[in-house]
C-alpha cells in the first residue's frame, strides 16, 4: 500500500512551495491589485500544471497493478488463463 501512496506525497511539499510563493507575491505586490490578481492566477494555472502532470506520470503505474489481476495469458495448449491466478480461466 504504501508504495503507491509514497510517489503522491510528493505533492506535499509541492503544494507548500506554491502557498510560500503566494505569501512572498502577495506582500510584493502592495501597490496593484490587478497585478496582484494575474500573478495569482499564473500562480496557481503553474501550481494545476504541475499536478496534472505529476498524477498522470504515477497514474500510469498504478494503471498497470489495478489490471494485473484481469490481464490474461495464453498457455501451450491454447487455453487461456488470469496471469496472476492461473487456476482461473479467461472466458472473454
Known amino acids: ?14 503544494s507548500f512551495s506554491v502557498f510560500v510563493i503566494r505569501v512572498v507575491s502577495h506582500y510584493q505586490s502592495k501597490g496593484d491589485p490587478q497585478h496582484r490578481e494575474v500573478q495569482q492566477w499564473l500562480i496557481a494555472n503553474a501550481w494545476g500544471r504541475v499536478m496534472l502532470s505529476v498524477i498522470l506520470y504515477f497514474l500510469q503505474a498504478h494503471m498497470e497493478l489495478l489490471v494485473s ?10 487455453s487461456r488463463v ?9 472466458d472473454f
Request: hydrophobic residues 50%; aromatic residues 16%.
Open 82 to 90: 488470469m496471469q496472476l491466478a492461473p487456476e482461473v480461466p479467461c
Open 1 to 14: 500500500f504504501w508504495y503507491l501512496l509514497v510517489p503522491y506525497m510528493m505533492m506535499i511539499p509541492l
Open 69 to 78: 489481476p484481469f490481464s490474461c495469458a495464453a498457455r501451450d495448449d491454447g
